[in-house]
C-alpha cells in the first residue's frame, strides 16, 4: 500500500504529486490533527523525544519484546534527554505511534463509499474557513498519568476549533466497531461521555474535549516525576515562546499499532 509521496504543506492540494494509499484493508485508519509544522521547536522536540521508540519497533511500537537489530546497542546507549534509548522507548512506546499532536478528530476508519481523496478534499476547503489560534504557553503538566504539553490557561479557539472538526468531517466517518467501543469503555466513561462516544465515536469531544499533546506511557509517581525533571530544560524554548493552531493534518495508519504518517497539512487562512 503505498503512502503519500510528497506532502502539501499548503492551502493547495496538487494530485499530481501526492500518491493517495488504496483502501486495502479494514484496518486502514485516519486521523486529523493539529502537528508541528517542519523545522518548529515543537517538530525538533518531537524528534528529540519519540525517535527511540520509533526506532525500537518500527512497526509494532506496542509490544516492547520484540527486539530491533541494535537493542542490545541501545541498552548501553544514553539517549540526548539522558535517559537509556531502551528505557526512553518503552516510556514513549503508545504517544510514539501518534507523535507530538492535539486530536481536532480523533482517529477513524473511512464509511462505505468515501475514499482518501474526498478527506484530503474536505480537509482543504476546511482550512481554508479556518484561521490561525493563538495558545497561551504551553506547560508540562500530569494528565491521568501520563505527562504532557498543555496550555497554561483555557483557549477557547482551540476548543471551537476541534468542535468544529468533529462535526464537518464526521460524514466520512464509519460507525465504530464493537471493539473499538469495547476498548474505549474499558477506561471507565461517564454517562456524558458515552453518550459522546455513541454519537460521535469517541468519549471526549465537545465540553470533554481538553488539549493536550501526550508525551508518555501512563507511569506511577516516582518514574514520572523523573522524566518530568529531564524533559523541563529540553522544553525551556517550546515553553517560552507562544504557539499557535495554523494547520490542519491528514494523517494515515495502514495497520493497528503502525506509526501514523502524514498525508497532507493544510495551514489555516493568515490573520
Known sequence: MPAAALTPTGSHLRED???????????????????????????????????????????HPH??????????????????????????AAITAAPAIYGLHVTLKAPFMLATGRTPTHLLRMAQRFAQRCRPVQLPHLRLSELDGFLALRTSSECPGAAVLAASCVRSFDALRAPSSAAERARRRAHGLTRRQEALLSQWGYPYVFDEWRFHMTLTNRLDRTCRDEVANRLIPLLRTVTRERQRMDAITVLLQQHPQQHFRTLARFTFRQL
Request: glycine share 2%.
Open 17 to 59: 504529486v501526492v500518491t493517495l494509499p488504496a483502501q486495502t484493508s479494514d484496518a486502514v485508519r485516519y486521523a486529523l490533527y493539529f502537528t508541528p509544522p517542519e523545522g518548529s521547536a515543537l517538530a525538533r522536540f518531537d524528534t528529540l523525544w519519540f525517535d527511540a521508540a520509533r526506532a525500537a519497533c518500527p512497526s
Open 63 to 88: 509490544d516492547l519484546r520484540t527486539r530491533h537489530p541494535e537493542a542490545a546497542r541501545r541498552d548501553r546507549t544514553v539517549s540526548p534527554v539522558g535517559l537509556p534509548l531502551n528505557r526512553q
